[in-house]
């Protein structure tokens, strides 16, 4: 009996953050395709859960960004992280985390014109996925993926097998996108290295219901790290964190394991009494709901594609949940692919532009991996000082007392917990990390640019505005010259096209972008943005972050990348347009 094939052009595997994203990227430029998963529905847990800006930046390009801000949280409820010794208990420390310090807020502000969001993924996903499938794209659950094969004519030939009847067939697309998770059968069958480092053990998440409104209003903040130094814990809940999920009666805790400890067992009882412990009320009623296990990753891919297979999200890039840049990394990944997927498949660009997403993306990943990485240790330095490595309960006792100690002892352990807080600012207040690029690669013309300069800042704590090629193109608001609603730069730039901004002075830089869209069939959009141009630089941000002259230029990709650059007004404007665009997508 033949297999059955089903024909398409493009298939994902995986329909979680990455490849539910991605569906809805590629869908916004026109394309279709099959979604699989082998779930049986979306996630049923909210696993990830913060969304940066950049994140949601993406999301904003889609028009999905208000029902997301409507999905998530109001961040009046995340205002902190703390740390302490139960959610009922004392207090050790807490920070402002997420963009709420008073003093950062120009910072933030300054950065984006979307919020930072805690939206959990049980709640994202489904937004995602209806999005994709409302414009074009077909989902599959209960598919499991098991092999495929890249023929000669460049197409693959995936085999799947439906996990309700039981039957195995064929799927056969042009391209092969595997967003299946850390445990990736994608990479897996293409043999791509993975760059493995010691991870940190066997961590448990155990999903709560319980009411703690009473205890909360004082204690506002969506992370609590809950350290007992008196009670002898099993190895494998040696420190404690109770994640808001729904203010304030739906909650995730997760127990961190000690070095070399053995995993969970399953032992319910034990389960719901440490929950109770870290609640430290003994009046508050607990509903236990599932619980899972994951492993502290610090894995990378090598390389992201090979032929016509590109991967993404978790499959290519694995690492603790510190700094909130797992599901983030991926929905960027996925922006970064979608644009480049749509331009070859559309004839627009050479097949040569997709070899950029590696090159991209990949820094970008292995950054991260280091990044989630070395926050992981950085808690675990605050909580050594508060006797988690201690071995009896006395030790630990007395290492958290000598922290109030009147002592030289004392006064030289609250420097180093001072420090160690400090340190974890790079984790929640982490501006730089997730919102700053430089990617360096064939989609970025850097001709006619010398090195680029460095940062005078912190690299994780600060933004970097920038309009240097291979940077985000500046957030600046603008308006009408009869004031209206306002409008970002972001949002003149993006929407599945090239873009060129100049100012006054440029008007023949858009009669070039014009003509070279006219030549190469591109669509481009131009505007000029100054006194009484297309847009008023009402607050005069713009002048001073676009680093060109009034009758200079950018050039902005279609995922709002600055792809080049001209200082001022040249001759033969068209010309160099053109051999810039012919270059970034390898015609």
């Known amino acids: 009996m033949p297999v059955e094939i089903t024909e398409t052009e493009l298939l994902i595997v995986g329909a979680g953050p990455a490849g539910a994203s991605l569906a809805c990227f590629l869908a916004s430029h026109g394309l279709t395709g099959i979604m699989i998963t082998s779930a049986p529905f979306t996630a049923p847990e909210p696993r990830a859960h913060l969304t940066n800006m950049a994140s949601t930046e993406c999301l904003r390009d889609i028009g999905l960004e208000e029902e997301c801000i409507r999905a998530a949280t109001p961040s009046k409820y995340f205002t902190h992280v703390r740390w302490c010794n139960s959610m009922a208990g004392e207090e050790y420390a807490r920070m402002y985390a997420w963009g709420n310090d008073p003093a950062r807020q120009g910072d933030y502000d300054a950065a984006s014109p979307c919020p930072m969001l805690d939206l959990p993924q049980d709640r994202l996903e489904p937004i995602l996925v209806r999005w994709a499938c409302q414009h074009g794209f077909h989902v599959r659950f209960d598919t499991k993926f098991l092999s495929m094969v890249q023929e000669v004519d460049g197409y ?144 990378v891919a090598e390389y992201y594609s090979k032929g016509n297979v590109h991967c993404l999200g978790d499959a290519v890039h694995r690492h603790p949940p510190t700094n909130g840049l797992g599901s983030n990394t991926c929905i960027q990944d996925a922006y970064n692919l979608a644009w480049k997927v749509a331009f070859v498949m559309k004839g627009l660009a050479s097949p040569s532009l997709l070899d950029s997403y590696s090159a991209e993306r990949q820094l970008v990943g292995e950054q991260v991996v280091a990044k989630a990485n070395a926050a992981f240790q950085d808690h675990m330095k605050v909580i050594s000082l508060l006797g988690t490595r201690e071995s009896t309960k006395e030790e630990r006792v007395e290492a958290v007392n000598e922290l109030g100690a009147a002592t030289p002892q004392g006064v030289e352990k609250r420097a180093r917990f001072k420090s160690a807080m400090e340190q974890t600012r790079h984790e929640f207040q982490a501006l730089g990390t997730e919102m700053n690029r430089r990617y360096v690669s064939g989609a970025v013309y850097l001709r006619d640019e010398g090195p680029r300069p460095e940062s005078a800042g912190d690299k994780v704590l600060d933004l970097e505005i920038s309009t240097y090629p291979g940077s985000r193109v500046p957030h600046a608001w603008l308006n009408t010259t009869v004031p209206g609603k306002q409008i970002s730069t972001m949002d003149l730039v993006g929407h599945g096209r090239f873009c060129l901004l100049t100012g006054i002075g440029g008007g023949a830089w858009k009669e070039a972008a014009a003509a070279a869209g006219r030549e190469l069939g591109l669509e481009m959009k131009s505007y000029s943005i100054g006194w009484r141009q297309d847009y008023e630089d009402v607050y005069l941000d713009w002048a001073r972050r676009r680093e060109i002259g009034e009758d200079g230029c950018l050039l902005v990709r279609p995922d709002r990348i600055v792809a080049w650059r001209s200082m001022g007004m040249i001759d033969c404007r068209e010309t160099k347009l053109v051999e810039v665009l012919r270059s970034i997508l390898s015609r």
């Open 156 to 299: 693959v030939v995936s085999t799947v097998k439906d996990r309700v009847t039981g039957s195995t067939y064929q799927i056969r697309s042009k391209y092969l996108f595997g967003a299946d998770g850390g445990r990736s059968k994608v990479i897996e069958e293409l043999g791509i290295p993975l760059i493995k480092k010691q991870g940190g053990g066997i961590a448990t998440n155990v999903m709560v219901k319980a009411d703690l409104t009473h205890l909360m209003e004082q204690r506002a903040g969506n992370l609590h790290w809950v350290l007992q130094p008196e009670i002898d814990a099993p190895a494998w809940s040696a420190a404690g964190v109770a994640r808001m999920v729904r203010p304030w009666k739906e909650w995730l805790f997760v127990f961190m394991p000690a070095l070399d400890s053995e995993p969970f067992s399953g032992d319910k009882e034990l389960l719901t009494t440490r929950c109770k412990q870290l609640i430290g009320d003994p009046n508050v009623e607990i509903e236990i709901g599932g619980y899972s296990t994951w492993y502290v990753n610090d894995i």
